[in-house]
């Protein structure tokens, strides 16, 4: 399991030198933020079961948490830069203390009851797990993607009806590309998916959306499929 978390974040970086080195810093800053924030996560899962102890597994259980806290919000933003749909100011800060908030909770596990009402570790496999009973504001990170998918969502529909330069094609894939990544949370969170499912998943989506906001999806489609 180790090797494959690790091959898992080697693959996330890659990505990340990639965006870096290919396309424009103007275009590609808030994505390069999204395969970091991965990256991370990655790391944070590797030592999550290596961990000896309670203290050491809360904190990588901490930053395991960085892509469900701030991913949602870094994909909002790039779908605003694609529909050209400028936010208010006083809504990114509101959006991005949200995040602030949720990661509170979860980086504060162990010091109060609002995330974990009460956590152990179990060490006695070959990898370590994290026993916990879910507190009162566990789900503020729940209701938080959900906050986060109804925004982007909506600024999809919105940018289409009024036609800010996104096509029927383009909406529909962005709305894809959401819900995808949506459900994989959600799937992981009622054990149906494994969270190195996830995470392989989110990195083949961010791919796709990369290159659906570079180049275009269906332009790819007709110059690299189609000709064959």
Same mark, same amino acid.
């Given at each position: 399991m ?9 693959? &996330?970086?890659i990505?990340?030198i ?7 810093y103007?275009? &590609? ?10 990256t !991370?996560?990655?790391?944070?899962? $590797? ?12 904190? @990588?259980? *901490?930053?395991?948490y960085? =892509? ?12 605003? #830069?694609?529909?050209?749909f400028?936010?208010?100011?006083w @809504?990114?800060?509101?959006e991005?203390?949200?995040?602030l908030?949720?990661?509170?909770i979860?980086a504060?596990s =162990? ?7 009460v ?5 006695s496999?070959t990898?370590? #797990? +994290?026993?916990?009973?879910?507190g ?5 990170y729940?209701?938080?993607? $959900? ?6 969502? =909506?600024v999809?529909?919105? *940018?289409y009806?009024?036609k800010?330069?996104? *096509?029927?094609?383009?909406a529909?894939?962005?709305a894809l590309?959401?819900?995808?990544? !949506?459900?994989?949370?959600?799937l992981?969170?009622?054990n149906?998916?494994?969270?190195l499912?996830?995470t ?10 990369i290159w659906?906001v #570079? +180049?275009?999806l269906?332009?790819?489609i007709?110059r690299?499929?189609? #000709?064959?």
């Amino acid at each position: 399991m180790t090797m494959i978390y690790l091959l898992a974040m080697i693959l &996330s970086s890659i990505m990340l030198i990639f965006l870096i080195k290919v396309f424009d810093y103007k275009v &590609s800053s808030i994505y390069a933020l999204v395969f970091l924030t991965v990256t !991370i996560c990655d790391y944070g899962y $590797i030592n999550l079961i290596h961990a000896r102890t309670v203290e050491e597994a809360l904190l @990588a259980n *901490s930053v395991t948490y960085l =892509g469900g806290c701030f991913v949602p919000f870094f994909m909002l933003i790039g779908v605003c #830069k694609l529909c050209n749909f400028k936010q208010k100011a006083w @809504a990114v800060i509101f959006e991005f203390a949200c995040c602030l908030v949720c990661f509170y909770i979860v980086a504060t596990s =162990g010091r109060n009851e609002l995330n974990y009402r009460v956590v152990s570790l179990d060490t006695s496999g070959t990898y370590s #797990k +994290l026993i916990k009973e879910y507190g009162p504001y566990h789900n503020i990170y729940t209701m938080g993607m $959900i906050l986060f998918a109804i925004i982007t969502y =909506g600024v999809i529909i919105w *940018s289409y009806q009024r036609k800010r330069d996104v *096509s029927y094609k383009t909406a529909i894939c962005l709305a894809l590309i959401c819900t995808v990544a !949506i459900l994989t949370y959600i799937l992981v969170l009622i054990n149906v998916l494994t969270t190195l499912t996830r995470t392989s998943i989110l990195c083949v989506l961010l791919l796709q959306f990369i290159w659906l906001v #570079k +180049l275009g999806l269906f332009k790819v489609i007709n110059r690299h499929i189609l #000709k064959i």
